[in-house]
Protein backbone atom coordinates (compact mmCIF):
# COMPACT_ATOMS: atom_id res chain seq x y z
CA UNK A 1 0.00 0.00 0.00
CA UNK A 2 1.41 3.24 -0.81
CA UNK A 3 2.06 5.96 2.02
CA UNK A 4 0.94 9.49 1.75
CA UNK A 5 2.82 11.35 -0.84
CA UNK A 6 3.64 15.11 -0.63
CA UNK A 7 5.66 17.48 -2.86
CA UNK A 8 7.87 19.00 -3.08
CA UNK A 9 10.00 17.67 -0.79
CA UNK A 10 11.90 21.35 -0.02
CA UNK A 11 11.19 25.20 -0.83
CA UNK A 12 12.94 28.25 -0.22
CA UNK A 13 11.42 31.29 -1.42
CA UNK A 14 11.84 35.21 0.02
CA UNK A 15 8.72 36.33 2.45
CA UNK A 16 6.06 38.33 0.45
CA UNK A 17 6.16 35.56 -2.38
CA UNK A 18 3.90 32.71 -2.12
CA UNK A 19 4.04 28.73 -1.70
CA UNK A 20 1.80 25.61 -2.56
CA UNK A 21 2.72 22.22 -1.32
CA UNK A 22 0.67 19.28 -2.60
CA UNK A 23 -0.37 15.72 -0.80
CA UNK A 24 -2.04 13.10 -2.36
CA UNK A 25 -3.79 10.78 1.24
CA UNK A 26 -3.74 6.98 0.98
CA UNK A 27 -5.86 5.70 -1.23
CA UNK A 28 -9.65 5.25 0.32
CA UNK A 29 -8.78 7.62 3.29
CA UNK A 30 -11.54 10.15 4.20
CA UNK A 31 -9.74 12.51 6.28
CA UNK A 32 -6.77 14.40 5.62
CA UNK A 33 -5.09 16.28 7.70
CA UNK A 34 -2.05 19.04 7.27
CA UNK A 35 -0.35 19.95 10.40
CA UNK A 36 3.03 22.70 10.81
CA UNK A 37 6.15 21.26 12.52
CA UNK A 38 8.47 24.51 13.35
CA UNK A 39 11.84 23.18 14.51
CA UNK A 40 12.01 21.97 17.91
CA UNK A 41 8.32 21.57 18.43
CA UNK A 42 5.78 19.06 18.28
CA UNK A 43 3.70 19.14 14.83
CA UNK A 44 0.50 21.69 15.25
CA UNK A 45 -2.72 20.92 13.25
CA UNK A 46 -3.45 23.73 10.50
CA UNK A 47 -6.86 22.22 9.04
CA UNK A 48 -8.87 18.90 8.80
CA UNK A 49 -10.61 17.52 5.73
CA UNK A 50 -13.48 14.82 6.20
CA UNK A 51 -13.68 14.27 2.11
CA UNK A 52 -14.05 17.47 0.42
CA UNK A 53 -15.60 19.20 3.92
CA UNK A 54 -13.48 21.70 6.55
CA UNK A 55 -13.86 19.77 9.61
CA UNK A 56 -11.68 21.82 11.83
CA UNK A 57 -9.47 25.38 10.63
CA UNK A 58 -9.36 26.85 13.51
CA UNK A 59 -5.60 26.92 14.23
CA UNK A 60 -5.53 28.30 10.46
CA UNK A 61 -4.16 31.83 9.90
CA UNK A 62 -6.95 32.56 7.53
CA UNK A 63 -5.39 36.06 6.34
CA UNK A 64 -2.18 34.14 4.35
CA UNK A 65 -3.07 30.33 4.13
CA UNK A 66 -5.68 28.36 2.37
CA UNK A 67 -6.49 24.87 1.84
CA UNK A 68 -9.20 22.79 -0.55
CA UNK A 69 -9.56 19.05 -1.23
CA UNK A 70 -11.74 19.68 -4.19
CA UNK A 71 -12.32 16.27 -4.84
CA UNK A 72 -12.27 14.54 -1.59
CA UNK A 73 -8.51 13.28 -2.40
CA UNK A 74 -5.93 14.84 -3.22
CA UNK A 75 -5.49 18.71 -1.16
CA UNK A 76 -3.27 21.50 -1.97
CA UNK A 77 -2.23 24.30 1.24
CA UNK A 78 -1.18 27.69 0.11
CA UNK A 79 0.51 30.37 1.42
CA UNK A 80 0.35 34.08 0.27
CA UNK A 81 2.29 35.71 1.19
CA UNK A 82 4.64 34.15 3.29
CA UNK A 83 6.29 35.72 6.20
CA UNK A 84 9.54 34.44 7.88
CA UNK A 85 7.94 32.82 10.78
CA UNK A 86 6.30 30.32 8.00
CA UNK A 87 9.65 28.44 7.93
CA UNK A 88 8.76 24.84 8.99
CA UNK A 89 7.68 21.51 7.94
CA UNK A 90 4.47 21.22 6.53
CA UNK A 91 3.05 17.88 7.50
CA UNK A 92 0.02 15.69 5.61
CA UNK A 93 -1.29 12.77 7.46
CA UNK A 94 -4.17 10.69 6.36
CA UNK A 95 -6.78 8.35 8.39
CA UNK A 96 -9.20 5.52 7.48
CA UNK A 97 -12.07 6.66 8.69
CA UNK A 98 -13.51 9.05 11.37
CA UNK A 99 -14.20 7.24 14.61
CA UNK A 100 -13.83 9.57 16.50
CA UNK A 101 -10.15 10.12 18.49
CA UNK A 102 -9.65 6.58 17.60
CA UNK A 103 -7.68 6.52 14.44
CA UNK A 104 -3.96 6.34 13.99
CA UNK A 105 -2.79 9.39 11.12
CA UNK A 106 -0.55 7.99 8.84
CA UNK A 107 2.04 10.81 7.84
CA UNK A 108 4.08 11.43 4.71
CA UNK A 109 7.94 12.87 4.39
CA UNK A 110 6.60 16.27 4.92
CA UNK A 111 7.85 19.73 2.69
CA UNK A 112 10.39 21.73 4.53
CA UNK A 113 9.98 25.62 3.67
CA UNK A 114 12.35 28.02 4.19
CA UNK A 115 11.58 31.80 3.70
CA UNK A 116 14.35 34.03 3.62
CA UNK B 1 -2.30 25.03 28.80
CA UNK B 2 -0.10 22.51 27.45
CA UNK B 3 -2.18 18.89 26.92
CA UNK B 4 1.07 17.11 26.48
CA UNK B 5 4.41 17.43 28.29
CA UNK B 6 7.52 15.82 27.22
CA UNK B 7 10.08 17.36 29.40
CA UNK B 8 12.84 14.98 28.57
CA UNK B 9 13.87 17.53 25.63
CA UNK B 10 17.25 15.14 24.79
CA UNK B 11 18.30 12.04 26.18
CA UNK B 12 21.47 9.75 24.89
CA UNK B 13 22.12 6.34 26.22
CA UNK B 14 24.99 3.63 24.97
CA UNK B 15 23.73 0.90 22.67
CA UNK B 16 21.79 -1.69 25.18
CA UNK B 17 20.49 -0.10 27.77
CA UNK B 18 17.41 0.59 28.55
CA UNK B 19 15.64 4.13 28.32
CA UNK B 20 12.36 5.44 29.75
CA UNK B 21 10.42 8.68 27.88
CA UNK B 22 7.67 10.00 29.92
CA UNK B 23 4.74 11.83 28.43
CA UNK B 24 1.88 13.83 30.87
CA UNK B 25 -0.40 14.49 29.64
CA UNK B 26 -3.87 17.16 30.60
CA UNK B 27 -7.60 16.54 29.80
CA UNK B 28 -10.68 17.06 30.98
CA UNK B 29 -12.34 14.61 28.81
CA UNK B 30 -13.17 10.91 30.38
CA UNK B 31 -12.82 9.50 26.89
CA UNK B 32 -9.58 10.38 24.89
CA UNK B 33 -6.79 8.67 23.23
CA UNK B 34 -2.90 8.25 23.52
CA UNK B 35 -0.54 8.22 20.90
CA UNK B 36 3.59 7.53 20.38
CA UNK B 37 5.20 8.16 16.85
CA UNK B 38 8.70 8.31 16.46
CA UNK B 39 10.18 10.81 13.93
CA UNK B 40 13.56 9.49 12.54
CA UNK B 41 16.17 11.48 10.51
CA UNK B 42 14.17 11.02 7.42
CA UNK B 43 11.55 13.18 9.05
CA UNK B 44 8.27 10.92 8.40
CA UNK B 45 6.28 10.41 11.61
CA UNK B 46 5.91 6.58 12.39
CA UNK B 47 2.81 5.46 14.41
CA UNK B 48 3.94 3.14 17.36
CA UNK B 49 0.86 2.74 19.30
CA UNK B 50 -2.56 4.09 20.27
CA UNK B 51 -4.24 3.42 23.73
CA UNK B 52 -7.85 4.35 24.58
CA UNK B 53 -8.51 5.97 28.38
CA UNK B 54 -10.40 2.58 29.50
CA UNK B 55 -7.46 0.31 28.59
CA UNK B 56 -5.10 0.52 31.40
CA UNK B 57 -3.27 -3.01 30.87
CA UNK B 58 0.42 -1.70 29.77
CA UNK B 59 1.65 -3.27 26.52
CA UNK B 60 4.53 -4.47 25.16
CA UNK B 61 5.54 -5.15 21.48
CA UNK B 62 8.90 -6.38 20.97
CA UNK B 63 11.59 -3.80 22.92
CA UNK B 64 8.80 -1.59 22.96
CA UNK B 65 6.92 -1.48 25.94
CA UNK B 66 4.17 1.53 27.41
CA UNK B 67 3.15 2.18 30.77
CA UNK B 68 -0.08 4.45 31.05
CA UNK B 69 -1.25 5.41 34.37
CA UNK B 70 -4.15 7.39 34.79
CA UNK B 71 -3.74 8.13 38.35
CA UNK B 72 -0.50 10.45 37.27
CA UNK B 73 -1.95 11.18 33.98
CA UNK B 74 1.12 9.73 32.48
CA UNK B 75 2.38 7.31 29.13
CA UNK B 76 5.43 6.28 29.39
CA UNK B 77 7.26 4.47 26.69
CA UNK B 78 10.22 2.16 27.14
CA UNK B 79 12.55 0.82 25.01
CA UNK B 80 14.70 -2.03 26.06
CA UNK B 81 17.89 -2.91 24.82
CA UNK B 82 18.23 0.44 22.83
CA UNK B 83 19.89 -0.16 19.14
CA UNK B 84 21.35 2.85 17.28
CA UNK B 85 18.09 2.46 14.74
CA UNK B 86 15.99 3.55 17.51
CA UNK B 87 17.49 6.98 17.68
CA UNK B 88 14.91 9.64 16.53
CA UNK B 89 12.36 12.46 17.84
CA UNK B 90 9.99 10.31 20.08
CA UNK B 91 5.98 12.10 20.41
CA UNK B 92 3.85 11.49 22.50
CA UNK B 93 0.17 12.74 21.45
CA UNK B 94 -3.53 12.84 22.93
CA UNK B 95 -6.42 13.16 21.09
CA UNK B 96 -9.93 14.23 22.87
CA UNK B 97 -13.15 13.11 21.02
CA UNK B 98 -15.34 15.90 22.35
CA UNK B 99 -13.46 17.96 20.53
CA UNK B 100 -15.87 16.77 17.39
CA UNK B 101 -12.58 16.70 15.49
CA UNK B 102 -9.91 13.79 15.13
CA UNK B 103 -7.16 16.49 16.42
CA UNK B 104 -4.14 15.37 17.33
CA UNK B 105 -2.59 17.24 19.83
CA UNK B 106 1.14 16.87 20.60
CA UNK B 107 3.89 17.19 22.73
CA UNK B 108 7.58 18.79 22.04
CA UNK B 109 9.25 15.73 21.40
CA UNK B 110 12.13 13.73 23.18
CA UNK B 111 15.27 13.22 21.04
CA UNK B 112 17.18 9.87 21.67
CA UNK B 113 20.60 9.32 20.63
CA UNK B 114 22.08 5.82 21.03
CA UNK B 115 25.42 6.19 20.69
CA UNK B 116 27.34 2.40 19.26
Known amino acids: EAGVAQSPRYKIIEKRQSVAFWCNPISGHATLYWYQQILGQGPKLLIQ????????DSQLPKDRFSAERLKGVDSTLKIQPAKLEDSAVYLC??????????????FGPGTRLTVL | AQKVTQAQTEISVVEKEDVTLDCVYE???????LFWYKQPPSGELVFLIRRNSFDEQNEISGRYSWNFQKSTSSFNFTITASQVVDSAVYFCALSEPGTGANNLFFGTGTRLTVIP
Open chain 1, 93 to 106: ASSPRRLRGSNEQF
Open chain 1, 49 to 56: FQNNGVVD
Open chain 2, 27 to 33: TRDTTYY
